[in-house]
């Protein structure tokens, strides 16, 4: 039997930028779109550069045309999905309204340099190339999720946003997604705290509460994947929609 060595963020780390090397191609757009971001005080909370290759493959893998992402942050996230778009594609992202915004990041930026998170995303989307599919609505998430109504349902939905309103996020996507259509929802293992039940935060408790309403769900096949690398220890759920 093989010996059980511990391993540490670091070790995960170096494994992804040891994979990166092989399997991703240097990309200044996006190393502009982190650049950019960090230097208007957003917090470092996007996704990995694996993390959004995934996101791409697994949006391509379904042929997907209409994109919904929930909480679009400096538009990383949503430059990865809107390179998975073919030439007649489109993809709506959502995040807070500017008031929201200057207030979240207001502490980690010089007030002079403050830039609210959605021009941030609408000036990085334009330097990906993608003003022309990809739309940004501003507001509330759950009431701008409200007022969708899509003649043609959407392919492919990632939520990444507050993780306390998780179930009325995925309850809104199951109704704006085609059937056979993709919802994913990120950080939803949390170094292990949602497993572990001492924890009692809003965050963990919102991912509880979506795994508890997916129990009982017939409409949707889901699972949860754990994942380990630049970002710690988390995970992804994956569901289907039937």
């Not at 403050?114 to 998430?141: D, T």
């Not at 705290?193 to 509460?209: E, H, K, P």
């Amino acid at each position: 039997m093989s010996q059980q060595i511990a391993t540490q963020r670091d070790d995960w780390a170096r494994s992804d930028k040891f994979h990166n090397s092989f399997l991703l191609d240097e990309d200044p757009i996006l190393d502009a779109v982190l650049a950019n971001s960090t230097a208007n005080g957003l917090p470092e909370i996007a996704v990995s550069a694996a993390q959004g290759k995934l996101l791409k493959l697994l949006a391509t893998s379904i042929g997907a045309k209409r994109i919904l992402e929930v909480g679009t942050l400096g538009g990383y996230s949503t430059v990865w999905l809107g390179r998975a778009l073919p030439e007649d594609g489109t993809l709506i992202t959502l995040e807070l309204s500017e008031k929201h915004a200057e207030v979240w990041i207001l502490s980690n930026v010089d007030p002079l340099k403050l830039i609210c998170i959605s021009q941030v995303a609408r000036e990085n989307l334009a330097n990906a190339g993608l003003s022309s599919k990809a739309e940004v609505i501003v507001g509330k998430a759950v009431d701008s999720l409200a007022k969708l109504h899509p003649e043609v349902p959407f392919d492919f939905i990632f939520i990444d946003a507050d993780k306390p309103s998780n179930v009325e996020y995925f309850t809104e996507a199951k109704r704006l997604v085609r059937k056979g259509g993709v919802i994913i929802v990120d950080n939803v293992v949390r170094r292990g705290r949602v497993a572990d039940l001492s924890y009692t935060d809003d965050n963990v408790v919102g991912v509880r509460r979506l795994l508890e309403v997916l129990k009982g769900d017939k409409e949707v096949q889901a699972t949860t994947i754990a994942t380990v690398g630049e970002k710690g220890y988390d995970g992804f759920l994956y569901a289907i929609r039937k």
